[in-house]
């Protein structure tokens, strides 16, 4: 069975509300991301409106989570080398 997304029921490409909707941000947030080349997009029609498509979004989503998921491994890594630190005992220098 398939799960259908908030994205999927909005058609192919996604207008910048229509993304902002999806990620819970708003469109100048949804613009940032596309100008700064985080977030692939395209402009169409006389205006050059810009355009998402649904696929594109979802990629990204997941590569956000991706992301999210190794900077949490690498700083679990980052602690399991620390070692216990007694604030209790006073050292003389």
């Known amino acids: 069975m398939n799960a259908i997304t908030p994205a999927d029921s909005l058609g192919r490409f996604l207008t910048l ?7 819970n941000i708003t469109p100048s947030e949804v613009l940032e991301l596309i100008q700064s080349g985080e977030l692939p997009a395209i402009k169409v029609g006389s205006k050059g409106q810009w355009r998402i498509e ?8 997941e590569a956000m989570y991706e992301q999210t998921r190794r900077m949490s491994l690498w700083h679990q890594a980052e602690f399991a080398s620390v070692t216990e630190v007694n604030f209790g005992e006073r050292r003389r220098l």
Not at 17 to 23: H, I, K, S, T, W
């Open 17 to 23: 509300a229509d993304a902002a909707e999806v990620l």
């Open 54 to 61: 649904n696929s594109v979004l979802e990629s990204y989503i």
